[in-house]
C-alpha cells in the first residue's frame, strides 16, 4: 500500500462497488493459490470470487513452493498458464523470488510480515459511511503483520491510527499508548490481533465490554480473526453493540475480485 494515495484508493474501491454490485468485468483466465489447510476467510473469498469474474482458481498447499527448485523457474512455467497467482506463505521472501521472475503477477494474501487484503477489506466497509482520514484508530496488539499493515495503510491514505501495548512490543514509528484504558476514550475503531508468543505480556490488553464502553459513541469493534475468546477478546466484548460481526467481513470477497482486477489489466 506505500505505493497508493487516497485518490488511488477511491478508484480502487470504485472497483469493490461494482463487484458488491455483480457488474465487475469477467475474465478468461486461471490463478494458481497456495493456501494452508488452516486459512479459511481468505481462502474461501479468493477462490468464490475468482469463480464468479470468470477466473479458475487451481489451489495447492503454501509448502509446494519450499523446495529445491528454483522459484524464478517455478514462476517461469506457472505463467505458462496462469494470469495471476495468489500466495499465503510465512515468508515473504518466497512471494518476492516469485515476482522477481517477472512471470506473472503475484498476490500477498498474507505474510509474517503483513496482510494487506484484510486491511483493504475492512477500510472499505468503514468508507461506506464515513470519511476515512475524521476516524481515530486503536490497533491493540504487538508489533506483527496485522498491525504492520494498519501503520502502512495509515501512512498511505493519512487516517489516525495508534497502538495499546507494552513498550517492548510497539511497532516502530506508530504512535503508542501504554494505558489501554486511556488509549479506548478516544478510538472510533478498535482492531486486535492474536497475541501469538505474547500471550502473557498481552493478557492486560484484552478487549472487553467494559473497555468498549469507555470509547466515543457509534465505535466500531473490528477485531482480526482467527480470535480467541478469553484471550485478546473476552466473550461480553462480542455481545457489545460496537462488534461489527461477521457480515463486515463479506466484503473480502468483492475487495479480493478488485484486487485480481488490479493484477490483470
Known amino acids: 500500500m506505500r505505493d497508493w494515495d487516497g485518490p488511488a484508493l477511491a478508484a480502487f474501491f470504485d472497483l469493490v462497488d461494482e463487484y458488491e454490485a455483480g457488474t465487475g468485468p469477467r475474465f478468461d483466465a486461471a490463478a494458481a493459490m497456495f493456501f494452508p489447510v488452516s486459512s479459511l476467510r481468505t481462502r474461501f473469498s479468493f477462490e468464490r470470487g475468482a469463480t464468479l469474474m470468470g477466473i479458475q482458481p487451481i489451489s495447492f498447499p503454501p509448502d509446494a513452493l519450499d523446495k529445491s527448485e528454483d522459484l524464478m523457474d ?101 504512535p503508542w499508548s501504554e494505558y489501554l484504558p486511556d488509549a479506548m476514550r478516544s478510538a472510533d475503531v478498535v482492531i486486535t490481533d492474536g497475541p501469538g508468543s505474547n500471550a502473557n505480556d498481552l493478557a492486560p490488553y484484552r478487549v472487553t465490554a467494559e473497555l468498549l464502553d469507555r470509547a466515543p459513541r457509534g465505535v466500531r469493534f473490528v477485531p482480526c480473526p482467527p480470535f480467541v475468546r478469553g484471550r485478546e477478546v473476552s466473550s461480553d466484548a462480542l455481545l457489545h453493540s460496537a462488534f461489527v460481526g461477521y457480515e463486515f467481513k463479506r466484503f473480502l470477497l468483492p475487495v479480493h475480485q478488485a484486487v485480481m482486477v488490479r493484477t490483470l489489466v
Request: proline share 3%; charged share 20%; hydrophobic share 50%.
Open 74 to 174: 517455478v514462476a517461469g512455467y506457472l505463467g505458462q498458464w496462469a494470469d495471476l497467482a495468489v500466495a499465503r506463505h510465512s515468508d515473504i521472501g518466497v512471494l518476492e523470488r516469485l515476482v522477481a521472475a517477472d512471470a506473472l503477477p503475484v498476490i500477498n494474501a498474507m505474510t509474517a510480515v503483513s496482510h494487506p487484503c484484510e486491511v483493504l477489506s475492512d477500510l472499505y466497509v468503514l468508507s461506506r459511511d464515513a470519511d476515512l482520514t475524521q476516524l481515530r484508530f486503536l490497533f491493540v496488539g504487538a508489533d506483527g503483520n496485522i498491525g504492520r499493515a494498519w501503520w502502512e495503510a495509515a501512512q498511505a491514505f493519512g487516517f489516525e491510527i495508534q497502538q495499546a501495548c507494552p513498550e517492548h512490543l510497539r511497532i516502530e514509528g506508530m
